[in-house]
Nanobody, 123 residues
Framework: QAQMVESGGGLVQAGGSLRLTCTASGRTFYAAAWFRQAPGKEREFVATISWSGIDTVYADSVKGRFTISRDNAKGTVYLQMNNLRPEDTAVYYC??????????????????WGQGTQGTVSS
């Protein structure tokens, strides 16, 4: 059974940092991404990375603050979040595709999802 599990969420003050980790098991995952969902809002794109790790795309709201990376040997995808703001508070979800190696930004591009990890930024 293929599975993806997020970790690294928590509570941090504005201006602080969090590092999220997504660990995949059960199969090989190609393109990967992070999405987030705040209370009462729809799930939104945050960052994506190609299988090679060379190509990355970020939402405008996180450019210059967040960095997505991966280690295929470990089956992990990371999201380094710096200079956090209260509006970054959300449940963060790791997503992956078994169908394409290219970086993708749409919800429907992904067919595997983790359960999410809560990131809370206080002011």
């Amino acid at each position: 059974q293929a599975q993806m599990v997020e970790s690294g969420g928590g509570l941090v003050q504005a201006g602080g940092s969090l590092r999220l980790t997504c660990t995949a098991s059960g199969r090989t995952f190609y393109a990967a991404a992070w999405f987030r969902q705040a209370p009462g809002k729809e799930r939104e794109f945050v960052a994506t990375i190609s299988w090679s790790g060379i190509d990355t795309v970020y939402a405008d709201s996180v450019k210059g603050r967040f960095t997505i990376s991966r280690d295929n040997a470990k089956g992990t995808v990371y999201l380094q979040m710096n200079n956090l703001r209260p509006e970054d508070t959300a449940v963060y979800y790791c997503a992956a595709s078994s169908r394409t190696t290219y970086a993708r930004t749409k919800l429907n591009d992904y067919n595997y999802w983790g359960q999410g990890t809560q990131g809370t930024v206080s002011s």
